[in-house]
């Protein structure tokens, strides 16, 4: 190997498990159970909510994008990561590794946008339900959506780019089962920070105004639900939020433990980083379809229609 070499030509290694190789295969277990789980049940939530005309509502057209990005979001992980659990099979191409890198961030701020628009469904559902179905036309819905493609492209390419620009040096070890942006970027021998700028600014201008505007949103929300007269009421209200409540919780908190673990989890061995850093990429896509199914009548419903339809 040389010192450094230019990046086209580099091969990394992804890291499975560090410490626990020798499990790999036992491992894989709980992955292959996950990912089938988050393929299965999005899956299913996207055909009940095509094929069911009466979830042909902005709710359930927002919902079948969070379940499309849930999708997004498990295709981007799972070949590199049973890859590693079942062949050893952990060489990466430095493209390949950019192209991984993209998707994973994209479906993630995508979700992001997804969940933010979902908060502004339900905050015109409950303060303005007499407009709603004029203010969330179908074609405003399909702008929006397009929006929340374009905009994850536009802010996540730069970030990308940035990473051809790189030298890296002997080590080529990433200590994680798929790309991860701060991973590469610690194997380069040349000076990062535009690149730790070009990301951060990145996050901040969309995961964290996102969950700025969800919070926002929910004050909103709460507002008007308290100045609705009757309790039973505001119980209704409340209820259609819960499982959008969920999912944001899904969604945010292994993002930010992730974070923490990352600036201040320095002493913990390494297999407590990849397991959070595995997960984090997992819990959403596994727990939406459940949280949805489980919390929203409509939903619970078309789905057992669906599952008894098939049984005959």
């Known amino acids: 190997m040389g010192s450094n070499t230019t990046a086209s030509s580099i091969i990394f290694l992804l890291t499975g498990v560090p410490g626990l190789e020798a499990f790999h295969t036992w491992i894989s277990i709980p992955f292959c159970f996950l990912y089938a789980t988050a393929l299965s049940g999005n899956s299913l939530i996207l ?27 498990s295709f981007s992980t799972l070949a590199t990561m049973l890859g590693i659990f079942w062949f050893n099979a952990r060489e990466i ?16 701020v995508m979700e992001s946008s997804v969940l933010l628009a979902m908060a502004y469904d339900r905050y015109v559902a409950i303060s303005n339900p007499l407009r709603y179905a004029t203010i969330l036309t179908d074609s405003r819905i399909a702008q929006i959506g397009v929006t929340i ?18 030298t890296f040096c002997s080590s080529r070890v990433l200590h994680h089962s798929y790309c991860f942006h701060p991973d590469v970027m610690k194997l380069s021998c040349t000076d990062t920070r535009i690149n730790n700028a070009v990301g ?16 926002l949103s929910y004050i909103l929300i709460i507002r008007t639900v308290l100045s609705i007269a009757s309790p039973e009421e505001r119980k209704k209200a409340f209820s259609t939020c819960i499982s959008h409540i969920g999912a944001v919780a899904i969604f945010y908190i292994p993002l930010i433990s992730l974070s923490f673990v990352h600036r201040f989890g320095k002493r913990a061995p390494p297999y407590v980083h990849t397991m959070i850093a595995n997960t984090y990429l997992l819990i959403p896509p596994v727990m939406n379809p459940i949280i949805y199914s489980v919390k929203t009548k409509q939903i619970r419903k078309a789905v057992i229609k669906v599952l008894q339809s098939k049984e005959i």
């Open 93 to 108: 191409s430095f493209n390949a590794c950019l192209s991984q890198m993209f998707f994973i961030k994209l479906f993630t």
């Open 200 to 215: 951060l600014t990145a996050m901040i201008s969309t995961v964290g105004v996102d969950s700025v505007l969800i919070l």
């Open 47 to 73: 055909f009940v909510i095509i094929t069911q005309p009466s979830l042909h509502e902005p709710m359930y057209y927002f919902l079948s994008m969070l379940s499309t990005t849930d999708l997004g979001l």
């Open 149 to 166: 493609v374009i905009r994850g492209t536009v802010m996540l390419t730069p970030m990308v780019a940035l990473l051809k620009r790189l």
